[in-house]
């Protein structure tokens, strides 16, 4: 069975799991990691083992494994004649337990930092911070840096459900510029969720490029990418605005839910202070992104090498959120240690959803998918693989309708491509790709889809029409800024 047909067999199981049989992500992600695994040939996968150079010194033109080796190249055909012998589930569990491994302390981290920022009240301070600064005229640009700034470290929907009640308020108070305030929240927030470790997606995306794309790299890339996003959302969504008048529809109990504010359970107390509020999340991204940038200098300072690792940093900011909740809010213990709990369970799906993906991915590599695929793209040292790293990312969301699936699907598949080919530029462009190419297109399969149209009073056609093109937009002008930044500042 040659790597097209296991990789579209792969896909049509997740696919199939997910919108067909409506299976959770996990199961329909780790029968299609198994079934790929179980299905893949020996040459298949001892090729998979092998770098190109290795690769055609041993293999020559018959594609089979060799019964005999050139003496410098022994250990590469035990290493790679080894893994090609292994039992398909010990494949499948081993490459589980790596990207465990790697994501599981950072997506726990980040799952008390978000939890923490609500509970305490520290995200609506700064929500209510941006508000004050940017006054009524400049709402839309408050509720947009709010969105994206609190989505690093908390959940899309949970973002949503915070700034949804704000939107709501303002558009009783000013009578009109509904549609406005939706689509800012939803820009900032989407935007986040795809391109800015530590969310699932880009964590994961990271994770599978190795070495070749630091997670600080990643923030910082996904930092600037998605600050021109969302510039792309705020243009559409008054355009937008413009052109169709979506009412406020009352449902019951709007009123109350809007009285609040989106005030979480627990915030009657004065709110924390807006620097105390913001340092879970400048913590992490200062540390690692600091380092990042020591590194790409040249100097080396032990101590921040010490905090920019990625793992410290997280636990720093997480204990700091801890702090936040349990003295600055004033918080009970007994109500801190429920919080933390809530957020752990939480954050266990995400990582078994996140770990079986990676699996899913590397049974893909197995499969050598990426040697299938590169030697389809003439001139792999062309700005080529960026548009199909977006485009299969983007073909796998909008099928299965999760960005999270879809992206790590896609880094398990593109990731191999940048170390076998000689890129002109950096991968962390290719993996920039893939956050962009996780927008399209948000459609009824997507679980987000519903829960905006339902939340806001919108109808399907209307989501559609307006949230849907608007992400569809904003990702296509993610893929412009990474072609031109690949052309422009390659850093290879």
């Known amino acids: 069975m040659g790597s097209l047909t296991l990789l579209l067999l792969g896909m049509s199981i997740v696919v199939a799991g997910i919108v067909g049989l409506r299976w959770h992500p996990f199961v329909a992600l780790v029968a299609a990691g198994l079934f790929v695994a179980a299905l ?12 190109a150079a290795k690769r055609a010194a041993l293999l020559g033109d018959s594609g089979a494994v060799p019964e005999t080796v050139p003496p410098g190249l022994a250990v590469v055909h035990k290493t790679a004649l080894e893994h090609s012998q292994k039992w398909f589930v010990s494949r499948f569990t081993e490459a589980f337990g790596r990207g465990c491994g790697q994501i599981a302390l950072i997506i726990a981290m980040a799952a008390i930092i978000g939890r923490c920022l609500l509970d305490s009240g520290g995200a609506k301070r700064i929500v209510d911070s941006l508000m004050r600064v940017c006054g009524a005229r400049g709402t839309p640009f408050a509720f947009a840096g709010s969105a994206f700034t609190l989505g690093i470290p908390v959940f899309f929907e949970t973002v949503f459900y915070l ?11 000013t009578g009109k510029d509904y549609l ?62 413009r052109r169709w008048e979506i009412p406020l529809r009352e449902e019951e109990g709007d009123s109350a839910d809007e009285s609040s504010g989106g005030e979480a359970p627990g915030t009657e107390a004065p709110l924390p202070s807006l620097w105390l509020s913001l340092l879970p999340i400048v913590l992490p991204v200062a540390l690692i992104g600091g380092d990042t940038v020591l590194s790409a200098l040249g100097k080396e300072i032990a101590a ?21 909740l349990r003295f600055s809010a004033h918080v009970p213990v007994g109500a801190a240690k429920a919080a933390v709990a809530g957020a752990l369970s939480s954050a266990g799906i995400i990582i078994l959803i996140t770990s ?37 990312t983007a073909l796998i969301r909008t099928a299965q309708g999760s960005a999270t699936v ?21 991968p962390l462009y290719l993996a920039l790709a893939i956050g962009c190419g996780s927008k399209p297109i948000s459609w009824a399969n997507d679980s987000g ?40 500042l390659p850093m290879g």
Not at 209 to 233: H, I
Not at 304 to 324: E, H, P, R, T, Y
Not at 454 to 478: C, D, N, Y
């Open 40 to 51: 893949t040939p020996q040459d298949l996968l001892y090729r998979s083992q092998l770098d």
């Open 163 to 173: 700034l949804l009640p704000l939107g709501k308020a303002m558009r009783r108070e």
């Open 180 to 241: 406005l305030y939706l689509l800012t929240i939803v820009a900032g927030a989407t935007m986040a969720h795809s391109l800015v470790p530590p969310t699932p997606g880009p964590l994961a995306v990271a994770e599978a490029f190795g070495e070749s794309v630091p997670v600080g790299s990643m923030m910082l890339g996904g930092l600037v990418v998605g600050v021109f996003t969302v510039a792309t959302g705020i243009a559409y969504a008054y355009w937008a605005n």
């Open 304 to 324: 921040m090498k010490l905090l920019g690792d990625k793992n410290i940093a997280l636990l720093l900011s997480a204990a700091a959120s801890v702090a936040l």
């Open 356 to 392: 079986a993906g990676g699996a899913f991915g590397s049974v893909l590599k197995d499969a050598n998918v990426a040697e299938f695929i590169s030697s389809s793209i003439e001139g792999r040292q062309t700005l080529m693989l960026i548009p199909v790293a977006y485009l299969a």
């Open 406 to 426: 879809a992206m790590i699907t896609a880094g398990g598949m593109v990731a191999p491509l940048a170390a076998d080919a000689a890129l002109s530029y950096s």
């Open 449 to 488: 889809f519903w829960v905006i149209g339902r939340m806001t009073g919108m109808t399907p056609i209307e989501t559609f029409k307006t949230v849907s093109v608007m992400m569809l937009l904003m990702s296509l002008a993610g893929l412009a800024l990474v072609l031109v930044g690949a052309v422009v």
